[in-house]
């Protein structure tokens, strides 16, 4: 079983053999952040962790000195986990736990006029959210199309969201 954070940084070492600050640039610069737990310093750690298990290894080569940017690329034990994972985790419908089911189960304590600011203010965020995210897919527009896929998906449900709040606010 693969965390999330494991299989995200092994998904981008399957797509092609990195480094750590490369894998850094290609989660920040497709957002993933923003779906994954996966911070810069805990890469190096997940890194190890996906070596230690054989999904993973040091590309051969030379390097400049000891401290050089190690490549690292998929086994092929690493694919396989890969596939696996991914696929399941397209598959199976897993229960989330959104902060806010939590605030809403306990909304009948928020005076009314608090609770209105508060959707209003979370309907203004989700706004902001939505145009952060098609301006990212809009200046991405020659991503291979499971990356697409991603930037629709989370499109589709910060609209779905802006919806609904557009129900509780107006």
Not at 16 to 41: C, I, K, N
Not at 59 to 67: C, F, I, L, Q, Y
Not at 140 to 169: H, K, M, N
């Amino acid at each position: 079983m693969l965390t999330d954070a494991e299989l995200t940084v092994l998904g981008l070492v399957v797509e092609r053999p990195r480094h750590g600050y490369e894998l850094d640039e290609v989660v920040s610069q497709r957002g993933m952040r923003d779906w994954t737990a996966l911070g810069f310093s805990s890469i190096y750690y997940v890194l190890g962790k996906l070596r230690d298990r054989g999904l993973i290894t040091e590309v051969a080569g030379d390097r400049a000195h000891a401290k050089a940017k190690k490549t690292y690329t998929a086994t092929d034990a690493g694919r396989k986990a890969c596939a696996a994972a991914a696929e399941a985790a397209i598959a199976e419908l897993r229960p989330v736990h959104p902060p806010v089911l939590v605030g809403l189960a306990n909304s009948p304590v928020v005076p009314p006029d608090r609770l209105a600011a508060a959707l209003t203010r979370r309907a203004e965020a989700v706004e902001e959210r939505l145009a952060e995210v098609r301006r990212a897919a809009a200046a991405q527009p020659d991503v291979p199309p499971f990356v697409r896929a991603i930037f629709d998906y989370s499109i589709t449900q910060l609209e779905a969201e802006a919806q609904w709040l557009a129900g509780r606010t107006s």
